[in-house]
């Protein structure tokens, strides 16, 4: 059966279980506060004083920030999983999403990079092939849910180049040197450590969003999504930490690759020191679920994701993943 096929099995089994499977939002709640505020300004009347009987003017209204819709939430999901779908996607099946689940709201544009891995281990291909499926089925969610207010995919990099985004992201976080080249496609393990880029981010994003929701009903499908993420996000952790194991030591280069893009993703999102690698000091020690004292998982807010998939500390509307930036309202990362 060729991939194309594939695809539109994947996505006619995802419209059956839609109802009774994780549903949106990712990365979403925090997007009011990367839109630049929930507060509106009221505009005062000053009225009539004494016994003047001439009357004060009205003053002009504050201009006032506007804050972010359900839809724009769910719109800057819709671009994340964009992202994820795509890399997965080609990971897997060798071939991007369907040009039907591309178009919408604002510049479509093109995937660079991207083919299919050469799995070795049986057990990371099934795994590969179980994400893969619920990020394409995230993807054809959302623009059901949203209608015609979905937005097109925005141009996406995840080319394993040296000139592509993965690279970029592995210099920074120097998981190869300045003229090195990082390709997830090339292995297992690379696969794996490409992965690990992006779902750590969107398991902080959702928890991040719960409290800002404004529908009971979104909060009960950003729970769903979140529990997903989280276990794509723990697999991913989980199978690093084997394979940490399987090169013959417990402080090889796979603990010290993880631990640098951990680190690179703390630089990137804000002041904080949160994100977290797979093992403590003693490499002997897993750390697969990353959380504070109290086992609370942390947040980010959908203005330092964008810095993480930008690859940029500075206010910005694009780079990185997305070399022109994501569709829609919320779409500016944060300078910090």
Wanted: aromatic share 8%; charged share 15%; proline share 4%.
């Amino acid at each position: 059966m060729d991939s194309t096929n594939i695809l539109t099995q994947v996505l006619e089994a995802s419209d059956r279980r839609r109802d009774e499977r994780r549903n949106f939002l990712r990365v979403a709640g925090q997007a009011t506060v990367a839109a630049g505020g929930l507060s509106l300004l009221a505009a005062c009347d000053d009225g009539q004083k004494g016994f003047n009987p001439t009357p004060t003017p009205t003053p002009t209204p504050t201009p006032t920030a506007t804050a972010a819709t359900d839809a724009d939430i769910l719109n800057f999901a819709l671009n994340l999983e964009y992202l994820e779908a795509q890399f997965y996607s080609f990971a897997v099946y060798g071939t991007g999403l369907p040009a039907s689940q591309l178009t919408g709201v604002g510049t479509q544009g093109a995937v660079t990079g991207g083919r299919q891995v050469t799995f070795t281990d049986p057990i990371v291909a099934q795994y590969a092939r179980e994400i893969a499926a619920d990020e394409i089925a995230h993807v054809a969610f959302l623009r059901t849910a949203l209608g015609s207010a979905a937005v097109a995919m925005p141009a996406i990099n995840i080319d394993g180049s040296a000139t592509g985004a993965f690279t970029a992201a592995a210099r920074a976080a120097g998981v190869v040197s300045a003229t090195g080249t990082f390709d997830p496609y090339a292995s297992d393990n690379a696969f794996l450590l490409g992965a690990f880029i992006f779902e750590d981010v969107g398991v902080s994003a959702y928890k991040g969003a719960a409290p800002l929701l404004t529908s009971k009903t979104y909060l009960d499908a950003a729970a769903g999504i979140l529990a997903a993420e989280a276990y794509h996000a723990g697999l991913i952790r989980t199978i690093l930490y084997g394979k940490g194991f399987d090169a013959g030591t417990a402080s090889g280069s796979i603990f010290d690759q993880v631990r640098m893009i951990s680190d690179a993703r703390d630089s990137l999102d804000g002041s904080t020191d949160d994100d977290q690698g797979i093992a403590g000091a003693d490499s002997s020690i897993s750390n697969i679920v990353p959380t504070d004292a109290s086992g609370i998982a942390y947040s980010r807010t959908a203005a330092n994701v964008l810095n993480i998939v930008y690859l940029t500390k500075s206010a910005t509307v694009g780079g990185g993943f997305f070399p022109n930036g994501v569709n829609g309202f919320i779409k500016t990362s944060n300078a910090n």
